[in-house]
Nanobody, 117 residues
Framework: QVQLVESGGGLVQPGGSLRLNCRASRIDFSLYDMAWYRQAVGKERELVARIYYGGEITYADDVKGRFTIAGEYAKGSIPLQMNSLKFEDTAVYYC???????????WGQGTQVTVSS
């Protein structure tokens, strides 16, 4: 069973930066696409960024140019660098692993990011 553990969340002022990390275990990355999602209070969970094993990366429109996802597969890590944070980035951020052949999803427990002055 794939295990995902997020870390790096916290409180940050607008304009600041945070680096989230997803530590993945019991996983063969070549069989999965990895992603970060977020869910704000009262809203549905939404895709933030996805990295495909072949190297392609997609971002939600409102984070393009500010967030960067990476696949550090040898380390078992999927970091998300978040710069120029805004109030509306406040949410619980979840790591996701999607098995490509059957689209089965695995989720971490989430890490809270709060952008506040």
């Amino acid at each position: 069973q794939v295990q995902l553990v997020e870390s790096g969340g916290g409180l940050v002022q607008p304009g600041g930066s945070l680096r989230l990390n997803c530590r993945a275990s019991r996983i063969d990355f070549s069989l999965y696409d990895m992603a970060w999602y977020r869910q704000a209070v009262g809203k549905e969970r939404e895709l933030v960024a996805r990295i495909y094993y072949g190297g392609e990366i997609t971002y939600a429109d409102d984070v393009k140019g500010r967030f960067t996802i990476a696949g550090e597969y040898a380390k078992g890590s999927i970091p998300l660098q978040m710069n120029s944070l805004k109030f509306e980035d406040t949410a619980v951020y979840y790591c996701n692993a999607q098995q490509r052949f059957n689209r089965r999803n695995f989720w971490g427990q989430g890490t809270q990011v709060t952008v506040s002055s």
